[in-house]
């Protein structure tokens, strides 16, 4: 079965610096990823997906994630993060055939003036 | 364009309560339809899913249950709440034999029991 680990918790980025968000997956062969972000009382948003091609993949919010097999890593990135950035963001894998997303536990973005 | 909504967005029931929260898609056919809560500060944990009308599968045993009336209808419900019932529920909806699993989320429903 899938699984999705994302190591980090809870991050503090001060506005205008970049960001990184880590993900890993772990899957057998190559999965559907995606990051989607949640704002307080919201539901999810989807921020971008891969499922082949070209590994780095833009998403909406000026947000990119690159797909990297040999680290089975999909983290997401941002050059200069805005303060209504500020939410919850997760990382899902999906496999060919299964109709279910796993989901990471979410890192919870802060960001400083 | 296809929609999503959840009611009610806020619920605040009493433990021994019974249950219904209700998620309606709009602009498609034959969605998969899911639910999911999120407790206090952790991830999204599938409780139901279904690919059809009347096919419901559980993916955790709890005292919840799901229902499936109608094509674009999913139901949520309860005989007799708990207090570890309490968070937040959302609805989400793929579409069908997309081998991808890409999800599109409503709104949320909040739910306290006390």
């Known amino acids: 079965a899938q699984s999705v680990t994302q190591p980090d918790i809870h991050i503090t980025v001060s506005e205008g610096a970049s960001l990184e968000l880590r993900c890993n997956y772990s899957?057998?062969?190559?999965?559907?990823l995606f990051w989607y972000v949640q704002s307080p009382g919201q539901g999810l948003q989807l921020l971008l997906k891969y499922f082949s091609g070209d590994t780095l993949v833009q998403g909406i919010k000026g947000f990119e994630a690159e797909f990297k097999r040999s680290q089975s890593s999909f983290n997401l990135r941002k050059p200069s993060v805005h303060w209504s950035d500020a939410a919850e963001y997760f990382c899902a894998v999906g496999v060919f055939g299964n109709e279910k997303l796993t989901f990471g536990t979410g890192t919870r973005l802060t960001i400083i003036p | 364009s296809q929609t999503i909504h959840q009611w009610p967005a806020t619920l605040v029931q009493p433990v021994g309560s019974p249950l219904s929260l209700e998620c309606t898609v709009e602009?498609?056919?034959?969605?998969?339809l899911y639910w999911y809560r999120q407790a206090a500060g952790r991830g999204l944990q599938l409780l139901f899913y279904?690919?059809?009308?009347?096919?419901i599968s559980s993916e955790v045993p709890q005292n919840l249950s799901a229902s499936r009336p109608q094509d674009r209808q999913f139901i949520l419900s309860s005989k007799k709440l708990l207090l570890s019932d309490s968070g937040f529920y959302l609805c989400a909806w793929s579409v069908t034999q997309s081998n991808a699993g890409e999800l599109f989320f409503g709104e949320g429903s909040r739910l306290t029991v006390l």
């Open positions: 602009g498609t056919s034959n969605p998969n």
């Open positions: 279904s690919v059809g009308i009347g096919q």
């Open positions: 899957y057998g062969a190559t999965p559907y």
